[in-house]
């Protein structure tokens, strides 16, 4: 879906954008860096005392899950070749991983009940003692706190793409898209643009909050110091998506999730903003904006 350069939704776009940077902008100062910012007061997210072998063991039962699924997904494209396009067999593919992802916590989950161990996502991860201040915007509605957290993020994850896929043209590097971004950019199919948003916007922000921010940094920030949990699990987040131009500001984009979540407890808050980031990529590609813009990523 291709628009000239002077079309008016193309303007229009390009003006949404530029607003919604800067308010990401004033959320990221009120909020977030201001000197008055009550966000960095509190931490409402609790210790995960979840032992070393029943995390690895639950890690296991995810990635076993994904793998599983997406093997089952390909021995089926080898069974049926050439009865579907190759970018719809994309499509499952990914489909299969996220889910089989999502089934492998929850075989995780029963199989330490099973065993007697500590149930960690059983645990209510927000603590039962509220802070004497509430933190605004995240003491509302879960849309709205996860829209100013996508707000935030933003101008964050524009500013590293930038950067990120200059340095990468200096240095020769391939600064090619997401296979999947590439794909979405190209089809004119609705069935595959529809299925496309519903694994960008529902499936994916669910299971890899679930693993990445639920799993990994709860596991790990009351276990390495500084900054390590946030760098740690945004680089294992990042990675997942396997492409070098996104790399950068997919870490970026861990990086404020993991902090969104321990300041609020809500993982909720950080699934509905991971999904409105991947609705706005979306967007952007839709749009053709791509062409105009540093590619933007899709998580």
Known sequence: MDFALDEPVLLAVNVLEILLLIA??????????GSKSQ?????????????LSNFLTRALFALLGGLSLQFLAQSLEQRFRGSLDADIWLVVYNL???????GGVGMGIVYSKARGKNNALSNPPVSLESPPTP?????????TSGLMAFLAALPLVALSAWIWTTILRAAGV????????????RTDSPLLVSTMTTLAIVFA???????????????LRSRLPGISAYLVSAIFFSALHANAAAFVPLV??????????ERTGRLTICIFAHALFNLHTLVILLVSLKEQTPAAPLS
């Open 24 to 33: 990401g902008c004033i959320i990221l100062h009120r909020w977030y860096l």
């Open 39 to 51: 966000i960095l007061k509190f931490k409402r997210l609790d210790a995960w005392t979840i032992s």
């Open 252 to 261: 970026v984009f861990g990086v404020v999730l993991a902090f969104v979540y």
């Open 96 to 102: 299969a991983f996220q889910l089989g992802l999502l």
């Open 205 to 219: 922000p669910i299971v890899e909050e679930l693993v990445f921010r639920a799993g990994v940094f709860r596991y």
């Open 174 to 185: 391939n600064t090619r898209q997401q296979e999947l971004v590439d794909m979405l950019a």
């Open 135 to 143: 933190v605004a915007p995240f003491q509302g509605v879960a849309l």
